[in-house]
């Protein structure tokens, strides 16, 4: 048995989701308040549409690393954001149905017809009756208190010889050659960070173990590839000194919002601290002598 939700109900729902927390000038997720600690506003958008950029100069101009690039025909991505890697890859592959899920809806109205996306709390129980063949996951690194719970979930909810693909920037920040002293601004903004992840309840480090995960959830021939964002063009290569461009504005946008509602909910910082912190790490992430890069 079962009964249509009266409009009124759905428009309460709607109304429920779109009422963002709002914080230290920028806005946050309803559902689930409080899981996520990035923002979800028009400024965050617009920097993860640009990350979008940066994975696909990374893969050149793939939207996957695995042999799913080719091929899927049920497919979910978990933490959507603002839609773009779904709409893509739904254009690239109309034989395909693409889901998206995320905790905010800032995804557009207007996308192709294989493609859809659901608002959701996936650390909660998944509801899908069909099973997908390949499932990806982009920068999950500090947003699930269980990570290891969560790629049990999609092993369980994968056809056999399904996919799942994890690109995933690790933390600390990398540096080879000295360049990015202990004493650095920015070094001291991404130790900071990762404390008040910690504190959160939101593993900072679990990119390096991603590999150990799916292999104990039962995944086979898992691969791990590591390449390097520079936090800006001071690489020689072309391809990476491009990259770098790319990377200094994504990390540019991302300095302050990234550890604003860390800082404040759980190390008991004031917002003032938190963005002189970030205006003094923008200063070092500016600087081309600094040979610093985000392993990813």
Not at 77 to 106: F, K
Not at 147 to 170: H, R, S, T
Not at 203 to 216: D, M, S
Request: overall charge negative.
């Amino acid at each position: 048995m079962w009964t249509q939700p009266s409009r009124c109900s759905l428009t309460s729902l709607r109304s429920s989701i779109l009422a963002y927390e709002q914080e230290n000038g920028r806005t946050y997720h309803a559902m689930s308040a409080g899981k996520y600690l990035f923002p979800n506003d028009d400024a965050e958008i617009e920097r993860l549409d640009l990350q979008h950029h940066i994975f696909k100069l990374m893969l050149d101009g793939r939207l996957c690393a695995c042999p799913k690039n080719e091929g899927a025909k049920r497919v979910l991505d978990l933490g959507a954001g603002t839609g773009i890697w779904c709409i893509d890859y739904a254009d690239e592959h109309p034989e395909a149905e693409v889901i998206g899920v995320d905790l905010s809806p800032i995804q557009p109205g207007l996308v192709p017809p294989n493609c859809s996306f659901e608002m959701d709390d996936l650390e909660k129980e998944w509801t899908w009756s069909k099973d997908f063949d390949f499932m990806i996951s982009r920068i999950p690194n500090g947003c699930f208190s269980d990570p290891p719970g969560l790629v049990e979930k999609a092993f369980n909810q994968l056809e056999p010889g399904g996919y799942l693909e994890i690109q995933d920037m690790a933390c600390p920040i990398g540096c080879d050659d000295g360049t990015l002293h202990p004493d650095s601004p920015l070094w001291i903004w991404v130790t900071t960070l990762m404390q008040a992840m910690e504190a959160a309840g939101r593993p900072p480090t679990v990119a390096q173990q991603w590999k150990t995960i799916l292999e104990e959830a039962g995944f086979v021939d898992v691969v791990e590839t590591v390449h390097k964002w520079p936090i800006n063009p001071w690489p020689r290569d072309p391809k990476y000194k491009t990259l770098g461009r790319w990377s200094l504005l994504n990390t540019d946008q991302l300095l302050e919002p990234a550890i604003l509602a860390p800082v404040t909910r759980f190390l008991g910082w004031k917002p003032e601290e938190a963005k002189v912190l970030a205006a003094k790490a923008r200063a070092v992430l500016k600087d081309v002598r600094v040979h610093a890069y985000w392993p990813m």
